[in-house]
């Protein structure tokens, strides 16, 4: 080999080192975007995310470390199948992948643009909604409607996803999107009627897993609403930007309970008017709410917990679940980002556990419910952050009840 062939090889040795560290430099070192969606794995050991920019990343708790596999993701489309190390997500060109953390691809698909989806862990059951809150089951030729009957209210229109929480255990899953106080039941309505213009399965409603039939809708929020079913598939739990809170046993469906309001308690039904206001309301088991330091103009210690609610994630296996409200950030110190746990049947608020605000945790907007996740059997939360790429690992002690920020990645 002559001089020149060698200085040619050398240069393209040199380039290809070059391209090699640039890329795992990005991958590293790639400033991300808040995240959009994420979730977490049964066991807690790892986090999938899909950020605002597209950037797909997986995260490592026990070793405190993140990869970003793309940078061509559904923002919306991170999800860990339970009992599993594998996850979805799909890539802006429609393709929903399943993969494992160590970059096993186990299938791949062609299919509409998804605005959250969900897979069980036997990968034979998949389910996703789009952009108007249909609800699809399967995909290709074996793709057929489970939930298409309307296009009011949408995404479009309401700014928030259409949530979807599976119990493998107690085969059901639970949808919600924008909550309806009163309803028809499911033998006056179906649930499949593309004709339809106004959507009566956009409030919450228990789903059969097997059949994919609809159990029965569950009423009584307003506006956008979050639920989710407990993991053994016994209770639903709600609640909305309305500060309407509910929960309903899994057998029972048609009996609706109240969560307490944070500083009123029960409203009693079925006394006499004319009582004073106090006399219509239980509140002999409340707790204290956390309240700001100061007062404000008028006095008032300003509570600092919320339940105008953007997410609910159960935290202790069945038993115990956190409502998370929303909040906004506020330069002068007064953030609130407290959640209140709750007993799964229980009314009553337990405790109130602080966020913390340093981070600001991704609380701020309805659009970003997918951001909040949780692993009930490894005792963790994770939240997205408000205004960068980052997450925030949290880890409850049901013996203690606290929780404790274990980790801040970026």
Known sequence: MNRSNKKIMGIGVFALILMVWGLLAWKSLHELEPVISLSISS???????????????????????????????N???????????????????????VQRVGGEVIEEFEHFPTYGHVMDSTFSDYLASDERWNIFHGHGDAMRPVMQDGIIPSFVGSGKILKITLSEQGRKFVSAGSGDRESPSVDEVQAVAPERRFSNYTGVTLWDLDTFQPIAMLPGNSFKVDATISPDGEWVVSGDENTLGFFWNTELPEERHDMASYNYGLFIEGLPEGLPEEDYRDDSKLIDVP??????????????????????????????????????????????????????????PQEYLDLGTDPFPSINNYSRNLSIDSAPNANLLVTGHAFDGGITV?????????LTREWVGR
């Open 75 to 97: 923002i919306y489309s991170a999800y860990f199948i339970e009992k599993s190390d594998a996850f979805l997500w799909q890539d802006q060109d429609d393709v929903v992948y």
């Open 291 to 348: 309240r700001k330091s100061e007062p404000d103009e008028y006095g008032i210690y300003r509570p600092l917990a919320t339940p105008t609610t953007i997410s609910l994630a159960f935290i202790n296996g069945s038993d115990e679940f956190l409502r998370i409200g929303y909040s906004q950030y506020r330069k002068d110190g007064s953030s609130q980002t407290y959640a209140a746990l709750f007993e799964a049947g229980n009314p009553w």
């Open 43 to 73: 066991d807690g050991h790892y986090v999938i995310s899909a950020h605002e920019d597209g950037a797909l990343v997986l995260w490592d708790i026990d070793h405190q470390e993140r990869e970003v596999l793309s940078d061509n993701a």
């Open 394 to 402: 949290y880890r409850y002690d049901p013996e203690e009840r606290t």
